[in-house]
């Protein structure tokens, strides 16, 4: 398996530019998030999926757009890049299983915007 | 919000030397996890702990859920020990919308 996996993993845009960031998982996990690090902070939610169809804003989800149309694919739109939008992008999936329920992450896409 | 704060910020140890790593949270979770970020940025799963007490060789955790808070234990530390440690908490019981802390920066030296 390879768990979760993003591509790009560097990306340079101008301001204005769109662009979408790929997250895939193998592990058939129904949940899936996006999360933005920026320097010296923890990881932030964007948006997160509950499963195929289903998707939800987290704590800062301003200029940014997903959709889930398959249970693998989570990918994050930027619709007009702005230099606050600087930072590096994490992927997540997790599941639930017996009580239990874990996230596990992608290696990251580092997106700046100048 | 929930809230999740972590201490210390920063630490820097000797290699042999133990350190503990404390994470607070201000409200009752499903689960909390505790993470490693390594030097080229991968975040690596260390526990799934929402309560209790575990161990994985050298590493070490216990969260005392009624009291809000979680602790690392790194003993017989490593240069690869190196990195940030990060605490997340999720109340949703999916694990799907984690609340990290702002990490505590780990360096070891020789």
């Given at each position: 398996n390879a768990g979760v996996t993003q591509t790009p993993k560097f990306?340079?845009?101008?301001?204005?530019?769109?662009?979408?960031l790929?997250?895939?998982?193998?592990?058939?996990?129904?949940y899936m998030s996006w999360y933005r690090q920026d320097?010296?902070?923890g990881l932030r939610l964007i948006h997160y999926s509950v499963g195929a169809g289903i998707t939800d804003q987290g704590e800062v989800p301003n200029g940014y757009n997903v959709?889930?149309?398959?249970?693998e694919d989570f990918p994050l739109r930027l619709l007009s890049?702005?230099?606050?939008?600087?930072?590096?992008?994490?992927?997540?999936?997790?599941?639930?299983?017996?009580?239990?329920?874990?996230a596990f992450f992608g290696q990251g896409t580092r997106l700046t915007v100048v | 919000g929930i809230q999740v704060e972590q201490s210390p910020p920063d630490l820097i140890l000797q290699e042999g030397?133990?350190?503990?790593?404390?994470?607070n949270f201000s409200d009752s979770v499903n689960n909390l996890q505790w993470f490693h970020q390594n030097p080229w940025?991968?975040?690596?799963?260390?526990?799934?702990?929402?309560s209790g007490t575990k161990?994985?060789?050298?590493?070490s955790a216990t969260t005392v859920a009624t009291e809000r808070y979680s602790l690392l234990y790194i003993s017989s530390s490593q240069t690869t020990d190196s990195g940030v440690y990060f605490c997340a908490v999720d109340r949703t019981g999916t694990a799907s919308k984690l609340t990290f802390g702002t990490g505590t920066r780990l360096q070891v030296t020789l």
């Open positions: 990306q340079v845009l101008k301001t204005g530019q769109s662009m979408t790929q997250c895939a998982q193998d592990m058939n996990h129904e320097p010296g902070m959709s889930r149309s398959t249970t890049a702005a230099p606050s939008q600087t930072s590096v992008y994490f992927c997540a999936s997790s599941y639930v299983a017996g009580g239990h329920t874990e | 030397a133990n350190s503990t790593l404390r994470c940025g991968q975040l690596i799963n260390l526990f799934y702990i929402p161990q994985n060789g050298r590493l």
